[in-house]
């Protein structure tokens, strides 16, 4: 899974803030229909989604909604 490799060169991540991390990664994936983590394209998720967490965003639905627009899916309707 790329993220886990990714994160692991981030030395600014608390565990919490990994898991929210991850739990964005793999929603967005899901969303995405993106299965094998092989995938370029999930690489590119991973990636986005650090990069929004570097910006101080935490909350992994959020985080998952934002790269959902990068790649012009609607963000989950509230309720």
């Known amino acids: 899974m790329p993220i886990y490799g990714l994160i692991r060169q981030e030395v600014v991540f608390s565990p ?7 739990k ?10 993106l299965v094998k983590r ?3 394209v999930a690489e590119t998720v991973a990636r986005k989604i650090i ?23 609607s963000a989950r309707k509230a309720g």
């Not at 919490?16 to 991850?22: D, F, G, L, P, R």
């Not at 964005?24 to 229909?33: H, I, K, N, P, S």
């Not at 101080?56 to 790269?67: S, Y």
């Open 51 to 73: 990069e929004l967490a570097r910006t101080g965003e935490r909350d992994p639905d959020r985080l998952c909604d934002q790269v959902l627009m990068t790649y012009g899916q």
């Open 24 to 33: 964005a990664f793999e929603a967005a994936l899901q969303r995405l229909g």
């Open 16 to 22: 919490e803030e990994v898991s929210a991390i991850t």
């Open 38 to 40: 092989s995938d370029p």
